[in-house]
């Protein structure tokens, strides 16, 4: 599984993005619960209590099957993209380090 890393000052994490499905080594995949997999996994990485309160979630259509879900918490930004091809999961940080940072 690639898990991809940006960096702010001071070598401080910034964002993680990770493939939207739990890769599997089988050929039959339930969607729903590699997503479950790959949600658990995050949760592990950036614990509730990182993030703070959850604030809002929307989701936004651009296309035919272009999807992008947005779960805003008082202390990251959680960010999935779908569009049926290399769909990604990204957790960004708010604090000002990372506001500079990392671009939206």
């Known amino acids: 599984m690639d898990l991809v890393v940006d960096y702010g000052e001071g070598n401080q994490v910034c ?3 990770v493939p939207a499905l739990m890769p599997t080594d089988t050929r039959v995949q339930n969607a729903d619960e ?19 309160k959850e604030v809002q979630r929307f989701m936004s259509t651009t296309g035919a099957h272009s999807t992008v879900r947005v779960t805003e918490y008082e202390q990251v930004r959680i960010v999935e993209t779908y ?3 290399n769909d990604t999961i990204s957790i960004r940080f708010k604090n000002s380090v990372c506001q500079q940072s990392i671009a939206p």
């Open 83 to 85: 569009s049926g091809f």
């Open 15 to 17: 964002k993680l993005t």
């Open 34 to 52: 590699m997503k479950q997999k790959m949600y658990a996994f995050l949760a592990g990485l950036v614990p509730d209590s990182m993030r703070g």
